[in-house]
């Protein structure tokens, strides 16, 4: 079966770098998406990554390794704003998004 | 209106009764998408539409009826729900259901309550 496994909560202090993790079983890779959701709000869009390595934009950068089935989203000079549920998801071969159930980030001054 | 949209926000409906969830998206794209997000658990994909046409149905009850009339529209229509169907309904909509570096952009949702 497809499985997407992440923590389930993550507590941070304002300031700090946070990094969550992915792990991901999937039939078929098409990339891996990172998105934000604010309680209440709809998912947004945070990352692509298709191929091995790093891509970072601002504060936010994620990384790939698809021979160990891996991602990590990593989060630099925690605001306040950043808490919300952090989701991953993978597109198959099919080009669905496999979701993971996210990870709740709490930010504490 | 830009993005997203979907109506109700709120819905809450008796088992026996009929009701329809809208989507609207003012992206220009082709592809959208229904899910059902419940607390602590995945996004589960209900039903996929690209260029209009049904692309994907995954094993959703025949209680949850898709409809597409044309590429900025999207309905959800609801019978004889289960208390068990009670969850946020998201819509989505991306470039091209078939291209994979294309992001989905999500409305607000309909937070559905089934007494």
């Known amino acids: 079966g497809q499985n997407i496994d992440q923590p389930t909560e993550m507590t941070a202090t304002e300031g700090a770098i946070v990094q969550i993790n992915c792990t991901y079983q999937?039939?078929?890779?098409?990339?891996l998406f990172w998105y934000q959701q604010h309680a209440g709000e709809a998912p947004t869009f945070l990352s692509y990554?298709?191929l091995d390595g790093l891509e970072e934009k601002g504060r936010f950068s994620s990384f790939l390794s698809r021979s160990k089935g891996y991602s990590y989203l990593l989060l630099k000079e925690l605001q306040m704003k950043d808490s919300a549920s952090y989701l991953c998801?993978?597109?198959?071969?099919?080009?669905?998004?496999?979701w993971g159930a996210g990870t709740k980030l709490i930010i504490k001054p | 209106e830009t993005g997203v949209t979907q109506t109700p926000r709120h819905l809450v409906m008796g088992m026996t009764n009929k009701k329809s969830l809208k989507c609207e998206q003012h992206?220009?794209?082709?592809?959208m998408y229904w899910y059902k997000q419940s607390a602590k658990k995945p996004l589960e994909l209900m039903f996929v539409?690209?260029?209009?046409?049904?692309?994907e149905n995954n094993s959703v009850p025949s209680r949850f009826s898709p409809e597409c009339p044309n590429s900025s529209h999207l309905f959800l229509h609801l019978h004889t729900l289960q208390p068990e169907d009670s969850a946020l309904y998201l819509c989505?909509?991306?470039?091209?259901?078939?291209?994979?570096?294309?992001?989905?952009?999500f409305g607000p949702g309909t937070r559905l309550t089934v007494t």
């Open positions: 999937t039939s078929g890779f098409n990339g």
């Open positions: 990554n298709v």
């Open positions: 539409y690209n260029f209009k046409e049904q692309t």
């Open positions: 989505a909509s991306s470039q091209d259901g078939g291209t994979p570096t294309y992001e989905q952009y």
């Open positions: 992206l220009g794209h082709n592809a």
């Open positions: 998801a993978v597109m198959d071969s099919n080009y669905q998004l496999i």
